[in-house]
């Protein structure tokens, strides 16, 4: 749907923000640009609603040069969130999302309906509507910076830095929220962050910038973390790579045993049964309850931690769980908590060695993606 074609920015002073950059950003995904400060995330942002204009290369929106666009037309298909959402101060949260249906002619009652609707949407109570901005914590803030870039129903949402301001808890509702939204709508998102977890969560593709405005890799997240293109690309994830990898995938065919499972109130003969040297023992209802030492006398039981849930959580989410807990186990756990199993370290690691064997890309498929990135770098 956008295509960024050989797009150099040199602002006047000569500096080069933006260097021959090209990228074809999916429909109906979202897209993130990341880089180190200063690499030309927000010119290139900038560049696609022309409040920036290129030096050289061209900016296609549905096969149409932006260029030849008019500016209020062009921006009016396409919503804008900035970094502390930018909020008209004096205008109350219904009124800040509705300016735009509004400058578009809607009548007062029909703009107002739409906010509240969008309110809900993104997650805001409806008490808040007639409150001024600083009367709003950051993050709800933040939530009207993308109620009012989504009122008059945009195609393209542009996001710069959209949730860097807040905390790293209400940043995370944030980016939750903005996946489910997305779901929901199916907007063509480019995002800007500097943070590279928060890219790899958000991005169905990532670009990954330098400085100088080069492109230095363009590609899934699943991708970058298992074949980073070069050092700067591998520096620039940081550490954990493969651990962050197994975000990708699914825990779902991890096998699980209900061998160790036993019921609290089961005859004590069961749990002196069986040989396992821990039983996770549950509530009548099969909730979890703790672990039992095998052997150990009393009714004394080891936390079980936290636990996972197969088909929702990642591999990743299960190791953690084993990792965590003091048996070496993960819990495995359904919608309402009830345990359907337990799994160990060890067939964890199996099925991590399985699932990498599995992703292991063809030779040929590698070789392509290199040209790809010639082509785009
Ligand atoms: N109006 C301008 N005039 C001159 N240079 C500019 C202008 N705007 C940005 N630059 C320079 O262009 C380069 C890219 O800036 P840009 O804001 O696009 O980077 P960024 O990756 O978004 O950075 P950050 O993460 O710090 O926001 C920087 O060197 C910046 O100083």
Redesign the pocket.
Known sequence: MIRIDSVTKR?P?G?V?VDRLSLEIPDRSITVLV?P???????TLRMINRMVEPTEGTILLDGEDVQRQPVTTLRRSMGYVIQNAGLFQHRTIADNIATVPRMLGWGKRRARERAAELMERVGLDAALAGRYPYQLSGGQQQRVGVARALAADPPVLLMDEPFSAVDPVVRKGLQDELLRLQDELGKTIVF?T?DIDEAVKLGTMVAVLREG?RLAQYAPPADLLSHPADAFVEDFLGADRGIRRLSFFPSDALELTTDAVVSADAPAERLAASDAPYLLVTDADGRPLGWRERGSGGDRLLSYGRPFRPGTDSLRAALDCAVLSPTGWAVAVDADGRVTGVVSQQTIGEAIRAAHTQAAPDPDADAARGEDEKVAG
């Open positions: 602002y002073d500096t923000a880089g400060s200063g690499c030309g995330k927000t010119t800007v500097h405005g």
